[in-house]
Each structure stands twice: as C-alpha cells, then as structure tokens.
C-alpha cells in the first residue's frame, strides 16, 4: 500500500525468503527506481532493506532496523548479499539489457530513528519505508515517543481505511471457502 503508490516501486514479501522468490518482473530492472525487501529478522522483529535503483550506474542499498543491534545488522547485510543482490543480478541479466549490472553499490545504514520501546518494530519499519519512498526525511529527525508511534499506528490505520480496494471473491474461491468451512466443521463440532 505504502510501496505501490510510488512509480517505479517494487516490493517482495517478508515470505519469499521462506517460499521462495518469484521469476524476475517482466520489466527492466533499469525502469525500477526502488525494490523494497522488508524481513521478519529471526523470526521477532521487523528490518528492511530498500535498494534505490539510479541506473545504469548506482545502486543504493539503505538497511534500517530500529534497535540498531549488531545481530540483526548481520542478518540484514546477509539477506543482502547472498539472496537480494543475487536476485537482481539474475532479474538484471535476463532481461536482456545491454547495460552492465551497476558497479557502484552505495550501502547506508539508517542510523535514526530508534524505537522507543520493544514492541513498535513493524510501525518503525513502515514509517522509514514512507518517509524513504517519498522522499520526505522528516521522520529520521524525530526523536520517536512511544506517543509518537500510538500517532504513526492511527495514521496507519486511517490509510488503511481509506485506501483499501475490496475485490469481490470469484464463484471458485467462493467454492474452496465453503468446501473448506466444511471440512473445519466435520473436525471442530460434534456429530
């Protein structure tokens, strides 16, 4: 929601490390201006890494995850180089561009803001990820309350609202759901 408003923007998700990455888009990885990888660090706590394409030249590889802790920077900086990269070498080189994949590759840590308790991960991630996708920096500068994260949640929530499409379920998903309800009733009620 926050990534496809952005032109350009491609986002994964946190699940394809554990299922796998899908075929590289259709499109030049020149005409992507962000990809966005956010992942669920062991298993407890949220990271992202955006990766700003600026081609053919530079790729810029912004890592952020709130508690700034050593662990976590490892895990992010490995995600990077042994699954993400090779991924977009592999999408660069079958999309049969005549352009050199990047030789520049810019790493930046986000150093600010950190989270002001242990539980916000997921909005901090989501506020950086807003902030870095339109190019607003303002929430690097916030010193973040825990105040500050109950605003970012509302405000959150009000997207949500407010941009979420229903899309109605097709006569066959409609059938898998009721096939479904039933074989979760043969085994929870009593016959």
């Given at each position: 929601?926050?990534?496809?408003?952005?032109?350009?923007?491609?986002?994964?998700?946190?699940?394809?490390?554990?299922?796998?990455?899908?075929?590289?888009?259709?499109?030049?990885?020149?005409?992507?201006?962000?990809?966005?990888?956010?992942?669920?660090?062991?298993?407890?706590?949220?990271?992202?890494?955006?990766?700003?394409?600026?081609?053919?030249?530079?790729?810029?590889?912004?890592?952020?995850?709130?508690?700034?802790?050593?662990?976590?920077?490892?895990?992010?900086?490995?995600?990077?180089?042994?699954?993400?990269?090779?991924?977009l070498?592999?999408?660069?080189?079958?999309?049969?561009?005549?352009?050199?994949?990047?030789?520049?590759?810019?790493?930046?840590?986000?150093?600010?803001?950190?989270?002001?308790?242990?539980?916000?991960?997921?909005?901090?991630?989501?506020?950086?990820?807003?902030?870095?996708?339109?190019?607003?920096?303002?929430?690097?500068?916030?010193?973040?309350?825990?105040?500050?994260?109950?605003v970012?949640?509302?405000?959150?929530?009000?997207?949500?609202?407010?941009?979420?499409?229903?899309?109605p379920?097709?006569?066959?998903?409609?059938?898998?759901?009721?096939?479904?309800?039933?074989?979760i009733?043969?085994?929870?009620?009593?016959q």
């Amino acid at each position: 929601m926050i990534a496809e408003s952005v032109d350009g923007c491609i986002t994964f998700s946190s699940l394809t490390l554990v299922a796998g990455w899908p075929k590289p888009p259709r499109q030049w990885l020149s005409e992507t201006s962000y990809v966005v990888m956010p992942i669920n660090l062991s298993s407890n706590y949220w990271g992202v890494i955006i990766v700003e394409i600026t081609f053919p030249t530079t790729l810029t590889v912004y890592f952020y995850e709130p508690l700034h802790d050593h662990c976590y920077r490892k895990e992010l900086d490995n995600t990077w180089d042994y699954q993400l990269r090779p991924y977009l070498e592999k999408w660069h080189s079958q999309s049969g561009s005549k352009e050199p994949f990047p030789k520049q590759i810019i790493v930046k840590w986000i150093a600010k803001p950190s989270q002001p308790d242990l539980k916000c991960c997921g909005v901090m991630v989501l506020g950086i990820l807003y902030a870095y996708l339109r190019n607003t920096h303002r929430f690097e500068r916030h010193r973040v309350t825990e105040a500050y994260v109950s605003v970012i949640r509302l405000r959150l929530a009000w997207l949500l609202l407010c941009t979420t499409k229903m899309i109605p379920h097709s006569k066959k998903n409609l059938k898998e759901m009721q096939k479904t309800i039933q074989e979760i009733s043969k085994v929870l009620l009593p016959q």
